[in-house]
């Protein structure tokens, strides 16, 4: 495994980026999720206004990967619809799997393609979101 491979300078760069890298002092909604393969931990934090996700916050204790896939949701979700969240959830799993095309925002993670081990690390920040929007509704 080649390690410019699977982390490739635009993915560090969004994850040091780290949009939305912060707990929410008002949310609708909370979820933590745990790999429990790599131990990778992510505590998200949405608001929900009118089915429209207002702001999103976290705080990951993980790997970059994580971390990188962390951002990118937080920057591609914030305004958009509910609905977006399954939608880009699937797409996402699409990508890393079947190799289908890249959703908005996530392109970067075309790297992490050929190790699947890795998939999770990419699906946990989008499995959180996931899970606060079932109990925020």
């Known amino acids: 495994m080649s390690l410019d491979a699977l982390y490739p300078k635009p993915l560090l760069r969004l994850a040091a980026s780290a949009h939305g890298a912060q707990r929410l002092s008002h ?11 790599c131990g990778d931990k992510i505590t998200l934090d949405v608001q929900v206004l ?5 702001s999103l916050g976290y705080e990951v204790k993980a790997c970059v990967i994580c971390q990188a896939s962390a951002s990118a949701l937080a920057e591609t979700m914030t305004g958009q619809a509910i609905a977006e ?27 992490v393609r ?10 946990l920040p989008l499995d959180a ?9």
Not at 85 to 111: C, H, I, V, Y
Not at 114 to 123: E, N
Not at 129 to 137: D, Y
């Open 27 to 37: 949310s609708t909604a909370t979820a933590m999720r745990v790999n429990p393969l």
């Open 85 to 111: 969240a399954a939608s880009l959830q699937a797409a996402t799993k699409s990508m890393l799997r079947n190799d289908g095309p890249a959703p908005a925002g996530f392109a970067d993670f075309e790297s």
């Open 129 to 137: 979101l996931i899970e606060a929007l079932g109990s925020a509704t």
């Open 50 to 54: 009118n089915e429209k996700i207002v």
């Open 114 to 123: 050929p190790y699947p081990s890795r998939h999770a690390c990419v699906l």
